[in-house]
């Protein structure tokens, strides 16, 4: 698949507010400040499509693009953003995970994760969490640019390992930078190949 054409559609703070679900769907997401909006913009060839910043906590609404006048491509507000109260951070949770459970179009989370950590209980949270909702997810590495490739290679590696103790089998892992356009044709095409799902089989019928 080749993103030729990237619109934004709309920001909303309410489910209810989401476009119409007729299209296919998959959403970024993971704490704040890990690169959901760069990653997007890298993916699509756009540094001003979605709004980043180096402050944590820029995404606050749920911001749907269209692309290639086909599918959606959603870009998320973080989870874990420390700076809210607790009350604002349960509601706006709240909000995320009602979106993530109820949307009928989602076929595919995508799950951020900054590299450069050990793993996080944040995120192994998260993790587990989609798993008991039964959510399709793929992971994504990101800020690769940042490290050494035997640092990133150990970081990967411990990631492996600590969700092996949850789960057999694991989820895609893609390793990217919005930096480097590290990891782009990969996360393209497996993103294709759900949004556009192949016609293999229709001469046959
Ligand atoms: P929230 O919307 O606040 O949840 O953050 P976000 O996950 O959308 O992160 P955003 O894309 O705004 O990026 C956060 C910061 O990380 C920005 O300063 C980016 O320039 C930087 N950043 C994002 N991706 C990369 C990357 O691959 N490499 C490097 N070096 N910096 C990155
Ligand atoms: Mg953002």
């Not at 606050?60 to 290639?68: K, R």
């Not at 390793?175 to 294709?192: F, M, N």
Request: aromatic share 8%; hydrophobic share 35%.
């Amino acid at each position: 698949m080749i993103i030729k054409e990237a619109t934004f559609v709309k920001s909303v703070t309410k489910i209810s507010q989401c476009p119409t679900p007729d299209k296919r769907e998959v959403a970024f997401i993971g704490r704040s400040n890990v690169g959901k909006s760069s990653l997007i913009n890298m993916l699509c060839n756009n540094r001003k499509l979605a709004k980043t910043s180096s402050t944590p906590g820029k995404t606050q609404t749920i911001n749907h693009f269209l692309i290639n006048k086909s599918w959606y491509l959603v870009d998320l507000p973080g989870y874990g953003y420390a700076k809210v109260g607790k009350a604002l951070r349960q509601s706006f949770e709240n909000f995320i995970s009602s979106y993530i459970i109820n949307r009928e179009n989602l076929d595919c989370l995508f799950v951020l994760i900054d590299s450069r950590h050990e793993p996080r209980e944040i995120d192994m949270e998260f993790i587990r969490w989609c798993g008991e909702k039964e959510i399709p997810i793929a992971l994504v590495m990101t800020k690769t640019d940042k490290l050494k490739p035997s640092e990133l290679e150990t970081n990967i590696k411990n990631y492996q390992d600590t969700m092996h103790r949850d789960w057999e089998e694991l989820p895609p892992m893609f390793i990217t930078s919005a930096e480097t356009k590290e990891g782009k044709e990969e996360l393209i095409e497996y993103i294709g190949n759900i949004v556009e799902p192949s016609n293999d089989f229709a001469d046959e019928e």
